[in-house]
């Protein structure tokens, strides 16, 4: 549900279940304990999280702990209703945008004498901000419904009042302000007419949040808009009125965290924290389906259809971010000339060549194309946001460059671009004339950078992606997919020979053929039939006349997998040589080297570009891998026919 | 609901919320016995009651009880 977004912050990965333990474990090892503490404020905490984590870090700045890297931030709060719930909410939620927050709380209720009094706490304090959390309770709004010139000067009045709360706060102690827009109240007394006359609550709160919005431009005060956030949420969840006349509480406490992790995404962009590149996966996520598989043709963008309109949703929401001065970047896994193909010939892409600065498209993993396109535009890691579909790309840049922002993404595509701006990653406090200019600055017509050395250890990742395959020969069930596969396939594809379900079925039953289908799960989900081989015997060799898997799963060793079951199952049946041959097409360059990689020995390379190669069953090596493979369904050895001799 | 599931419950609310393992809920059990638990955590805790158990409580309600007991006799009453 849309509404989960923002209250659940679904974009952050969800809390550890041992999350408690792990913020007691940030006093017992003091060593990194602000980045440790910022990976653990990364994910999604509710309001207990919140809690434990704040109380962690306090006692960590009560021991004497660094918090470094963190920034360190001071933060008055003053508030006309209970704030002593907030402030864990906020330093918690400030060390997942890289600040040390502290937070120095006033009294309850005691707002203009916080401001006013030279010597009030919050302005010895000498903060650097002060949180001015007033809600329309707080300010003197008496309704005077169809009066035009009492609600001139009611408004007035109020927005009066709250300059003196910031003249005062800058005359004593030179802080910035954040004031805050009313969220208006649920009820009205006349209906749809309060929003016409003059004078109703409704009225007065929307004449007050344009007063402020008007107040705040130009300065150095900053404008917090919780009247949007709580509109965002629905009124109607916001307000709890038990949660107020029990304890004073503005807002319903099922959005503390989102509350605060808006009040920290202002505090972090104050402190230049704000993040200025999108780098975007493009199968799937800029466009419906696979470029190097289903072609310009065959790739959904717009055109009226459902999936189309989401990702091209995605694609205007990267411009108007690059036209506020975000860089866009390209991380995908493809062959660079085909990536490009829908840049620059399809008729619905919005995105163009020009529009991305830094464009690395090949096979290498992400992680150090990303590592890449930061050297590149000299920018660091922790100015990236990166967005892609795909939960295990998204895992391994997590793991790999913990700085990189990743949000999680739902299933629906129709909800990416939403869920992208919910994160707030580039909250702006400003727009000048050199963010207007920032994209033609980069602009360098898609520049491809070569990769140096990896960035991180992938292998170990891999591992912690709990593998399952799963090998079978060709059945009745899984004919469909197969034909499928075999006709769709055209990136990872050995020989890309195209088979009818009924030559499916008959390779099914040859007693001369080996055949596999592969299915892989991980800890992310099923993929479902990922790769399809077909062997045929000739004598005692193998002779691979199909291999080809799906492009999703590459750089997870699928194919070392899958050579091993070969080897295995053709030791089992005197198998003594595998011969495999490369057919090369317009669309599979990637897997030209794919039986080198492998260890087999080239026999012939034809002028045309392809080869055939070979491997003896015996003395292959075994290969250590991070998938464990299930076998069902084959045949044992003894009780296959005889195999056709010369 | 069970008296037995409503206190496991209460039990994992506790030791969560006051973040600490070692409390044991029984129906005798008062402010007055837990460190930290005065009127802000309270409002904490009545409101990790309420997101558990899935139920609403009024101020009234709360207001009015005297112990865990009590606050368990409210929870099955309103509890399916």
Redesign the interface.
């Known amino acids: 549900m849309s509404n989960d977004l923002f209250s659940r912050l679904a974009w952050l990965p969800a809390a550890p279940d041992d999350f408690?333990q792990q913020c007691r474990r940030l006093l017992d090892e003091p060593a990194e304990l602000g980045k440790r503490a910022q990976r653990l404020a990364g994910h999604a905490l509710d309001?207990?999280h919140l809690?434990?984590l704040a109380?962690a870090l306090n006692k960590a700045r009560d021991a004497g702990h660094s918090l470094a890297p963190l920034t360190p931030f001071r933060l008055g709060v003053i508030s006309n209703s209970?704030s002593?719930?907030i402030v864990p909410a906020l330093v918690a939620s400030a060390a997942r945008h890289g600040i040390a927050l502290e937070c120095i709380e006033a009294d309850f209720d005691q707002v203009v004498q916080a401001a006013l009094a030279p010597d009030s706490p919050i302005n010895q304090a000498r903060c650097d901000a002060v949180l001015v959390a007033i809600d329309h309770r707080g300010l003197p709004l008496t309704p005077t419904p169809g009066d035009a010139p009492a609600t001139e000067r009611t408004v007035q009045a109020a927005l009066a009042h709250l300059d003196m709360i910031r003249n005062g706060l800058r005359a004593h102690s030179n802080a910035v302000c954040i004031l805050q827009t009313l969220p208006p109240p649920v009820e009205s007394t006349f209906g749809s007419f309060d929003a016409v006359l003059p004078g109703t609550p409704r009225h007065l709160v929307d004449a007050v949040n344009r007063g402020i919005a008007l107040s705040v431009a130009g300065t150095e005060d900053q404008l917090l808009d919780v009247a949007h956030l709580a509109a965002t949420v629905g009124l109607a969840h916001w307000h709890d009125a038990?949660?107020w006349?029990?304890?004073k509480?503005p807002f319903a406490?099922?959005f503390l965290p989102l509350y605060a992790d808006h009040v920290c995404r202002l505090v972090a962009a104050l402190r230049g924290k704000s993040r200025k590149c999108l780098i975007l996966d493009l199968d799937n996520t800029v466009w419906g389906g696979v470029i190097g598989d289903d072609g310009l043709e065959g790739i959904v963008i717009g055109q009226g259809d459902a999936t189309g309109e989401a990702h091209l949703q995605v694609q205007r929401t990267a411009l108007a971010l690059r036209d506020r001065g975000v860089v866009l970047a390209v991380s995908s896994k493809n062959i660079d000339e085909i990536a490009r193909q829908p840049f620059r010939k399809h008729p619905e892409m919005l995105l163009r060549e020009d529009h991305i600065a830094v464009f690395q498209a090949n096979w290498n993993d992400k992680a150090t194309n990303i590592k890449a396109i930061a050297e590149e535009l000299s920018l660091g890691l922790d100015s990236m946001v990166f967005l892609d579909d795909n939960p295990v790309e998204r895992g391994l840049v997590r793991q790999m460059l913990p700085q990189v922002a990743v949000p999680e993404l739902p299933d629906d595509p129709a909800l990416y671009a939403r869920t992208l701006l919910a994160a707030g990653y580039f909250e702006a406090i400003a727009f000048s004339g050199e963010d207007r200019q920032r994209a033609e600055f980069y602009q360098d017509n898609a520049r491809r950078v070569t990769l140096q050395k990896q960035a991180g250890d992938v292998d170990a990742y891999l591992v912690s992606l709990n593998m399952q395959m799963t090998l079978q020969p060709f059945d009745d069930t899984g004919r469909a997919r197969i034909a499928q596969l075999i006709n769709k396939s055209n990136q990872f594809n050995l020989t890309t020979r195209r088979y009818t379900e009924a030559e499916v079925a008959a390779a099914q039953h040859d007693p001369d053929a080996f055949t596999l289908q592969v299915r892989l799960a991980d800890a992310f989900g099923d993929n479902g039939m990922i790769s399809v081989i077909i062997c045929r015997r000739e004598r005692n060799d193998w002779d691979i006349d199909t291999w080809l898997m799906s492009c999703r799963v590459l750089g997870r060793k699928v194919e070392v997998a899958v050579l091993q079951e070969l080897l295995t199952q053709a030791r089992a049946r005197g198998v003594r040589r595998l011969v495999g041959r490369y057919l090369p097409t317009e669309k599979n360059k990637l897997v030209e080297d794919h039986y080198a990689k492998l260890g087999f020995t080239l026999l012939v390379r034809q002028a045309d570009g392809g080869s055939s190669w070979e491997l003896e069953v015996d003395g292959a090596p075994i290969a250590n891998l991070p998938i464990a493979v299930h076998r069902s369904g084959f045949a044992s050895p003894i009780e296959m026919a005889a195999p056709a001799t010369a | 609901m069970t008296t037995d599931l409503i206190y496991a419950k209460l039990n994992d609310i506790f030791h969560?919320?006051f973040?600490d393992d070692s409390i044991v809920v029984t129906p005798q059990l008062t402010a007055d016995d837990v460190d930290e638990w005065d009127?802000?955590a309270h409002?904490?805790l009545v409101?990790?009651v309420e997101?558990k158990f899935g139920l609403?409580?009024?101020?009234a309600e709360?207001?009015r009880l005297k112990n865990v007991g009590e606050f368990a006799s409210l929870i099955q009453a309103k509890a399916p």
């Not at chain 2, 609403?56 to 101020?59: C, L, N, P, T």
Request: no cysteine; aromatic share 6%; proline share 0%.
């Open positions: 408690a309001e207990n809690h434990k109380k209970t002593h719930f038990t949660l006349n029990m304890a509480l406490s099922a | 969560d919320v973040d009127s802000l409002v904490r409101l990790a997101k609403k409580f009024s101020a709360v207001g």
